[in-house]
């Protein structure tokens, strides 16, 4: 293995997989493009510093998600990009996410009053009387994306139970004239699929997922809505424009934020987050 012992060492996961791994995202980032021949047996065997046997291994896993294909006396060639690779886009803010995730498919797979409380990060809020505990798959044409383990404010889960159990619970919350959300934090982190997420997922035990922390707060200061997402790996994308709303991103004095030279502009209100009747798109349901 020579100068990648040490970083085969490091994993124990199978060598074949590492390289597979490896080659998938070189297909998935265009590096090797649809239609173009990949490296040969030989130049892939000095570049891993592997057994030609494992490198065959790696093809013939990538073949049979229909990634390459060979052409006899030719060599090996890309098929395509995984189906649907970073499809989701993310969102960045409130109102861009309860607009998203109206119309997504799920199925409830476990629901329980009563439920143990969350865990709540310090200064996200307290927690509220009683929880009802709501676990569901998201699917994207026909195949599971993430599962949401939710936790709602049992209160709320009692006035319509009937469509928190069928649909998205954060667009029901918005509607309610008299619930009005003044907080909503979000955290990601990189996981792994417990037993249950992989069962779920249709994935392996331990494989890397995105996962999302999401809590939602009421005007007295009571978690209402939190929810851990655990995303496939390779299905979203998170975008951003960083210059967004910066004065970097106006001419002098273009600026429609700006007072006039030399004045800083009025920082804007807390927005406290009330219902609006619009309806919404589809994208993540959470």
């Known amino acids: 293995m020579g100068k990648f012992s040490a970083i085969y060492d490091r994993s124990r996961v199978p060598l074949y997989l590492q390289v597979a791994s490896v080659m998938r995202q070189r297909i998935n980032s265009s590096h090797w493009a649809e239609g173009e021949q990949i490296s040969t047996l030989e130049a892939l065997e000095e570049e891993f510093g592997l057994a030609r046997v494992t490198i065959r291994q790696a093809i013939e896993l990538l073949r049979a998600e229909g990634l390459l294909h060979a ?3 030719r060599g090996t060639f890309v098929s395509g990009r995984a189906v649907n690779n970073r499809w ?17 498919v799920l199925k409830r797979v476990f629901i329980q009053r009563d439920a143990e409380p969350p865990v709540l990060i310090p200064g996200e809020g307290n927690p509220a009387s009683a929880y009802t505990f709501l676990r569901s798959v998201q699917f994207n044409s026909g195949k599971p994306f993430s599962v949401v383990n939710l936790h709602l404010d049992q209160k709320l889960f009692l006035r319509d139970s009937k469509r ?33 997420t992989a069962n779920l997922l249709e994935i392996g035990l331990g494989e890397p997922t995105a996962d999302c922390h999401l809590t939602v707060l009421d005007d007295k200061g009571v978690a209402i809505y939190v929810a851990d997402i655990h995303y496939l790996k390779n299905c979203f994308v998170l975008r951003n424009d960083l210059l967004r709303g910066s004065s970097r991103s ?3 004095g273009d600026n429609p934020t700006d007072k006039g030279a030399g004045q800083l502009a009025e920082p804007r209100k807390r927005r406290r987050v009330r219902p609006e009747p619009e309806e919404a798109g589809p994208g993540v349901k959470l």
Do not use: C, W
């Not at 989701?88 to 409130?94: K, P, Y």
């Not at 004239?177 to 934090?185: G, L, M, N, P, Q």
């Open 71 to 73: 052409q006899q006396g």
């Open 164 to 196: 928190f159990t069928r649909s998205a619970a954060l667009p029901k919350i918005v509607e309610m004239d008299d619930v009005v959300i003044t907080h909503a934090y979000q955290m990601f982190t990189i996981g792994v699929a417990d037993p249950e």
């Open 250 to 252: 106006h001419p002098p």
């Open 88 to 104: 989701l886009d993310l969102a960045t803010d409130f109102d861009s996410l309860v607009e998203s995730i109206r119309n997504n």
